[in-house]
């Protein structure tokens, strides 16, 4: 992939869907960021402390890829380096986004990682979502302890903390978010009923070459 959105696209991106992810209740309060990859070294992303569903284009930040300022007078937020990291990792990744949806963080508190196929749209979307072992906010750690998941995943669940999804643009992560945020309700509602089901492992392999023809 060698396509990158201007810098107008991003910003408008970056406020459409941090506004999104605000009306879902996939963030609270100051809660969650974003970001867009424009070039191979610069990105924009959402200013920390600020409410994703209340940001304005002037509250937005350019950095490099080494988290150096470019554009804007406010902070970035303190994850930064969480999405700093899967750029580095993953070349073709465009956007990155970090929440803390309910049902998914319960299983992320619950130190349980989302695997079993449940959901055709999950199975579709995200395939198997791991569990990185916890990290403290914005530290290093966390963003290192993403890298061994990030290659096979589309997903990933914090311990304690959240989920972060990535994707060819902000759209698509925040629909893998949404999608995430659906496969956990449906689990708990599974564990609510006392039932325990999943998709054949045949319908799983159809649907792994499905979302191949797809391109997803």
């Known amino acids: 992939m060698s396509h ?46 600020v409410s994703k569903g209340q940001m304005t284009e002037e509250m937005l930040v350019k950095v490099s890829l080494e988290g150096e300022p470019i554009e804007g007078t406010h902070r970035p937020s303190s994850e930064l380096k969480l999405h700093l990291r899967l750029y580095q990792a993953r070349p073709d990744i465009r956007a990155v986004l970090h929440a803390h949806p309910p049902a998914a963080t319960s299983f992320a508190a619950a130190g349980l990682p989302l695997t079993q196929p449940v959901l055709q749209e999950a199975v579709l979307q995200l395939g198997e979502v791991p569990l990185v072992p ?22 990933l669940l914090l311990e304690f903390h959240g989920a972060v999804t990535w994707g060819g643009g902000l759209e ?39 979302r191949e023809k797809l391109g997803l």
């Open 4 to 49: 990158y959105p201007t810098d107008l696209d991003a910003k408008k991106a970056l406020l459409s869907c941090g506004a999104r992810l605000y009306s879902r209740g996939l963030v609270a309060g100051n809660d969650g960021n974003l970001s867009v990859r424009v070039s191979p070294n610069h990105v924009w992303t959402t200013p920390t402390g």
């Open 134 to 155: 916890y990290a403290l906010p914005g530290s290093e750690a966390l963003a290192e302890g993403v890298v061994p998941y990030c290659r096979d995943a589309r997903a």
């Open 172 to 210: 698509q992560a925040l629909f893998r978010m949404e999608t995430l945020e659906q496969y956990a309700t449906v689990m708990l509602n599974l564990r609510t009923l006392g039932i325990s089901r999943e998709l054949p492992p045949t319908l799983v392999s159809e649907l792994i070459a499905l």
